[in-house]
C-alpha cells in the first residue's frame, strides 16, 4: 500500500468510529500498541521541539532503504498518534515521506477537537520526520 | 437564600453543547464567563456613549468619561479604599505587578535589600520580582511550605529584616486554593517598615477585602476572573505609594505638560495609566462587580465552598487521584495528579465529554516541582456550577479512567 493509500484508510477507519470521545479513546488505545523506544532513545537529539508534552522520534531506514519509526512520549494520546505515524512510514521510501501531504488527522474529527497547541506540537512531529527522511535519504 | 439554579441562567454560554454533550465549565480559575447584564453594560457602552475618554470636548467624551470614572469609583467602593486615586486600571493581575516591581525596582531596591515571596507565587508575582530583584541588584527570598501547603510562617518570620523592602504574595493559591493569613504576614512585614503586595487575583470570588482594614500597600486582581470581560484589571495601592511610584510606561493621558525634551506628570491614578486606558472593560468590571454584590460576595463564597467540597469528595474515590496539598483553609481551586497518567490526557478525555479542566503547569513551575510533578489537572468550579454536576463529572471520570486503563 503506498502511503497514500494508507491515510485514506486510516481516515475511514477513525471517522468509522463515531463521536470524538471514541476517537480519542480509539487513539488511547494505539497508544498500548507503540513498542517501547529504546531507552539509549531518548535522548536530546531525538525529542521533538515545540511540542507542549515531552516526544521522542527515531526515523531509520533498513537495508533497502524503507523507513520505519520508532517512537515514545509521556501522554497517551500522543503515543496513539506516534502508532498512526509509524504504521503510515513503515515500508514507505524517504521520498514518499517527504513528498506526500500528511493529512489524514485534517480529514477526521482529531484535528478540530485538538487544542491549538496540541495541532502545533503535531506540526513540529510531522515537520522533524520529514527532515529526518530528508536526511536519510541523501545518506 | 439565592436559587443559584436560576442564577445560572443569567450566563448564556453555560447552556452551550461541547462535543455533543452539556458543557460543564470547571475552569474559572483561569477565566469566568460573563453574565448578561455585563455583556449587556458593554454593549451598551458601544451603542450609545463609546468615545476616548478624558480628551474629547463633546457629548459622546464626557459620557465615556463619567461612565469610566463611575467604575473606578464602583472599584474603590467594593475595595474599600480610601479614594479613587487609589485605583489604577491596568490590563490585569500581571500588569499591575509589573508595574508595582518596576517602580520599586527603579526607586527603592538598592543593593543587599531584599523582596520576599512565597514557594507557591504564579509565575506573575515572582517573575516581576525575580527581574526588579536582578537589575536592582537586591535579593529575593522565597518563604518555604509545609507538607500540607501552608506557608511555613516562622521561616517568613525568620527572614524578615530591615533590608525588606516589600512582601509579595498571594491571597488564594492558584494551584493549591490555600488561603494564606494575610493579617498577620502583613503586620509583621509593616513592623519593619516593608510594603506588603497581595496578589488577589484568585481571591475576588472567595473573600471580601476591605484595604484599609487590611493595611495592605497593593493589592491586584483581573476583571476575568469575576465575571468581566478580559483585558482589565486593577492595581490598588495606598495613596502615599502610589505617589512615590514612577510611571513605567509613557505616552498620552499622563502629562501636565510636555516639551521637546521633558515631561511633567499629572496627578494620580492617570499619571500611572498611559495611553487609551480600557474604558469598555473597565465599564464591564463595574457591572460584573454590581452583580457579585447584588448576589453577595459570602453567599457566593459559601456555594463555591460548598461545591469545592463535593469534588474534593468525588475525587478522593478515586484510588490514583492524588490532589496536591491540604491547606488549612482551601478555596476555588483542586489541583490534582493522577497515578501513571498524563493529566493532559485525562483533561484531553474529559473535554470530549463536555467537561472543561485544565491541565499544565499552571504558571507555577516552582510550585509543581516542589510538589513533585510536572503537571497537574485541576478543577475550578464557580458559584454558577451546580452540585448536580459532580454526579456527571464523576462519571466522565471513571470513563476517562477506564479509557486510559485499558490502554496500559
Known amino acids: ?139 | 437564600m439565592i436559587d443559584f439554579q436560576s442564577v445560572r441562567n443569567d450566563f448564556p454560554i453555560l447552556s452551550s453543547q461541547v462535543h455533543g454533550h452539556p458543557l460543564i465549565y470547571l475552569d474559572n480559575a483561569a477565566t469566568t464567563q460573563l453574565p448578561r447584564c455585563v455583556l449587556q453594560s458593554v454593549r451598551e457602552h458601544y451603542e450609545k456613549y463609546n468615545s476616548n475618554v478624558h480628551r474629547g470636548i463633546h457629548y459622546l467624551s464626557e459620557q465615556s468619561t463619567s461612565h469610566f470614572e463611575a467604575a473606578r469609583a464602583a472599584v474603590c467602593r467594593f475595595l474599600g479604599a480610601n479614594s479613587c486615586r487609589e485605583i489604577v486600571f491596568t490590563s490585569g493581575t500581571t500588569d499591575s505587578i509589573n508595574l508595582v516591581a518596576r517602580g520599586f525596582q527603579e526607586r527603592f531596591l538598592f543593593p543587599g535589600d531584599e523582596v520576599i515571596t512565597t514557594e507557591m507565587e504564579h509565575h506573575a508575582n515572582l517573575i516581576p520580582w525575580q527581574e526588579a530583584c536582578r537589575r536592582s541588584g537586591a535579593v529575593l527570598r522565597v518563604i518555604p511550605l509545609s507538607e500540607t501547603g501552608d506557608l511555613d510562617l516562622d521561616s517568613f518570620h525568620a527572614m524578615l529584616s530591615p533590608r525588606t523592602r516589600l512582601v509579595a504574595v498571594a491571597a488564594v493559591s492558584n494551584v493549591l486554593g490555600t488561603v494564606n493569613p494575610l493579617e498577620p504576614i502583613i503586620e509583621a512585614a509593616h513592623r519593619v517598615g516593608a510594603a506588603v503586595l497581595v496578589d488577589a487575583a484568585q481571591a475576588m470570588r472567595h473573600l471580601r477585602f476591605d484595604v484599609q482594614a487590611l493595611d495592605c500597600d497593593f493589592l491586584c486582581f483581573s476583571g476575568h476572573k469575576v465575571m468581566a470581560p478580559a483585558g482589565i484589571g486593577v492595581l490598588y495601592g495606598k495613596e502615599e505609594w502610589l505617589d512615590k511610584l514612577p510611571p513605567v510606561s509613557f505616552g498620552g493621558g499622563i502629562v501636565e505638560h510636555v516639551s521637546q525634551f521633558e515631561a511633567a506628570y499629572t496627578a494620580l491614578p492617570q499619571r500611572l495609566e498611559a495611553g487609551t486606558p480600557n474604558y469598555p472593560g473597565a465599564i464591564g468590571l463595574a457591572a460584573a462587580l454590581d452583580y457579585l454584590s447584588g448576589l453577595g460576595l459570602e453567599a457566593v463564597a459559601r456555594q463555591e465552598d460548598l461545591l469545592l467540597q463535593a469534588y474534593e469528595t468525588m475525587l478522593r474515590q478515586f484510588p490514583r487521584i492524588h490532589i496536591l496539598g491540604e491547606p488549612a483553609r482551601r478555596a476555588g481551586v483542586l489541583s490534582f495528579t493522577v497515578k501513571d497518567f498524563s493529566p493532559y490526557d485525562v483533561s484531553m478525555l474529559l473535554d470530549k465529554l463536555g467537561v472543561a479542566t485544565r491541565s499544565g503547569q499552571h504558571c507555577a513551575q516552582p510550585l509543581l516541582e516542589r510538589l513533585g510533578t510536572a503537571y497537574a489537572a485541576r478543577i475550578s468550579p464557580a458559584f454558577y456550577n451546580q452540585l448536580e454536576e459532580v454526579p456527571a463529572v464523576q462519571a466522565a471520570l471513571e470513563r476517562t479512567l477506564s479509557v486510559l486503563e485499558a490502554a496500559k
Not at chain 1, 491515510?7 to 470524538?20: P, T
Not at chain 1, 488505545?29 to 539509549?40: G, I, K
Not at chain 1, 503510515?88 to 480529514?107: A, R, Y
Not at chain 1, 506540537?121 to 520526520?129: D, E, L, M, R, T
Request: with cysteine; charged share 20%.
Open chain 1, 1 to 139: 500500500m503506498t502511503f497514500h493509500e494508507k491515510q485514506a484508510k486510516l481516515v475511514e477507519q477513525v471517522n468509522g468510529l463515531g463521536d470524538c470521545f471514541n476517537q480519542y479513546a480509539y487513539l488511547i488505545s494505539c497508544a498500548a500498541a507503540l513498542p517501547p523506544l529504546p531507552e539509549e532513545l531518548h535522548t536530546e537529539e531525538h525529542l521533538v521541539k515545540g511540542c507542549q508534552s515531552q516526544v521522542w522520534i527515531h526515523l531509520a531506514a533498513r537495508a533497502d532503504g524503507t523507513l520505519y519509526l520508532q517512537a515514545d512520549s509521556d501522554t497517551l494520546i500522543l503515543k496513539g498518534i506516534l502508532k498512526l505515524f509509524a504504521g503510515l512510514v513503515d515500508g514507505c521510501t524517504p521520498k514518499e515521506i517527504m513528498d506526500d501531504p500528511w493529512d489524514f488527522l485534517e480529514k477526521t474529527e482529531l484535528t478540530v477537537t485538538f487544542p491549538s497547541s496540541r495541532t502545533v506540537g503535531i506540526s513540529s512531529i510531522v515537520q522533524k520526520i520529514k527532515t529526518d527522511a530528508a536526511a536519510l535519504s541523501s545518506c
